[in-house]
């Protein structure tokens, strides 16, 4: 199925109109009855914060949330955005730990205040402020890793009865038809915990970024675990840095291990994954189905909602390599003004090129398989990434000009050969 009518070959299309195209279908269409049924047995977990809440949710209400019928919405601090009612996933601290810990510095004042309680400058520093080794720093996000528990308890309070907890992110897309037909092979009067599998020190877990699901028997012996030790798991932490290990460690703790999900769950994008990726003896991520992305921003979730539905259409279930087909494929050309393919590979012999001499350079590698050419420096990739739109940053400076490529050639010839890999996988399964 080729989306003639919004993707095509020789350009990248209009983000501005797709998102105008998406909601306004959103309005039209209706849930498609079945995914919709599979849905009653989920309730979606959704964890932002109020230094993004006003950004980032409000495109999920008209796309990820719109036809799922039971969800939480959980943040540093309790508000209404758009009609929808955000909590606070920390009012049920221990006072002594909000007063006292550094990490709520930050709530605190958020509480006093919300947002005006901070100056222009250091809300620009901390939307700006680089990664670590242990995580963005700043202060939001350190009170973040506070959430996942006190999450876990109130929704297993609010929605008891949920057979599946499904825990996202603001910038986390899922597919809800896949997630549907994916839980259904598995038992959910069992203790599982699916998601894709990292590591921080002797804990594994699922990344809290791709999402991840427990089912209601793992979800109880969760809540009353760290009911029984809240202080430990106070403690514990106050001294780590990333929620989402503190909350495998708890699960585990609790006897349930985590079934390793990738590439069903996925921390990659379709603007920028290596879709010749490999896992678990050189398995490719080609030949599956997938039911998360992420990060993807606001834009990225409207293109993918409207790419989404489209297929939808075809009643038909959405792998990896259908991604790439359909929704990437279209896309790609030998040559897209503005556009950022996100080839990492520079070339010092390149650093005055010509787009044509660009191309020259990625034609002459045999395992080339795309380039581009920021002003005058070339770059080029063995991989193939998507990328995103990227205008001139000075309209008056031409040598700014952001211009892509593919070689077109070497892609298709990449799409049978990935095509033959495959050997009727399909789920990620334990």
């Known amino acids: 199925m080729v989306l003639q009518t919004i993707f095509h070959s020789r350009a990248p299309f209009d983000f501005l109109q797709l998102q105008t195209l998406y909601t306004d279908e959103a309005q039209r269409s209706s849930c498609d009855s079945a995914t919709l049924q ?3 047995d989920l309730f979606v977990i959704l964890k932002t914060g109020a230094n993004e809440a006003h950004k980032k949710l409000p495109p999920h209400f008209d796309t990820t949330l719109r036809c799922v019928p039971h969800y939480g919405i959980w943040s540093d601090m309790e508000e209404e955005i758009d009609g929808h009612h955000v909590l606070n996933a920390l009012d049920e601290m221990d006072p002594n730990i909000v ?17 005006d309680a901070f100056t222009a400058e250091e809300l620009y520093k901390w939307e700006t402020a680089p990664n670590t080794p242990s995580g963005h720093d700043s202060p939001g996000w350190r009170l973040d890793k506070w959430k996942f528990l006190p999450m876990a308890d109130k929704a297993y309070r609010q929605r008891p009865e949920a057979k599946w907890f499904v825990f996202m992110e603001c910038d986390t897309f899922f597919n809800w038809r896949n997630l549907v037909r994916w839980l259904s092979k598995f038992d959910a009067s069992k203790s599982l915990y699916l998601g894709q599998e990292m590591r921080i020190g002797d804990s594994t877990f699922a990344y809290g970024g791709s999402g991840f699901v427990i089912s209601n028997p793992a979800m109880k012996a969760l809540v009353e675990h760290r009911a029984a030790r809240m202080e430990f798991y106070d403690d514990y932490t106050g001294k780590h840095w990333a929620g989402d290990c503190v909350l495998g460690k708890a699960l585990a703790n609790a006897g349930v291990r985590l079934t390793w999900s990738r590439p069903t769950l996925f921390s990659e994008t379709p603007f920028n ?8 003896r050189n398995k490719h991520i080609w030949c599956y189905y997938f039911t998360s992305y992420h990060p993807m921003d606001p834009t990225d979730i409207a293109a993918f909602y409207q790419f989404e539905q489209k297929w939808n259409l075809e009643d038909s279930l959405l792998r990896h390599s259908d991604v790439f087909r359909d929704f990437v494929l279209p896309q790609l050309g030998p040559e897209v003004a503005d556009w950022d393919n996100v080839s990492t590979d520079e070339q010092d012999s390149a650093s005055n090129a010509s787009f044509p001499e660009c191309h020259g ?19 080029s990739s063995k991989k193939i990434s998507l990328g995103h739109q990227r205008h001139r940053r ?15 050639d070497r892609v298709s010839a990449f799409v049978e050969e ?9 789920w990620i399964l334990p």
């Open 38 to 40: 599979g849905l009653n």
């Open 361 to 379: 350079i990625c034609e002459r590698q045999s395992d080339c398989m795309q380039f581009s050419l920021d002003g005058q420096d070339c770059r």
């Open 418 to 426: 990935m095509d033959a890999s495959c050997n009727g996988e399909d």
């Open 394 to 408: 000075h309209k008056d400076e031409p040598s700014e000009r952001m211009v892509s490529g593919w070689m077109m």
């Open 99 to 115: 007063v006292s810990h550094a990490d709520f510095e930050y709530y605190r004042r958020l509480q006093r205040n919300g947002l």
């Open 273 to 280: 994954m290596n879709f010749n990726d490999t896992f678990r």
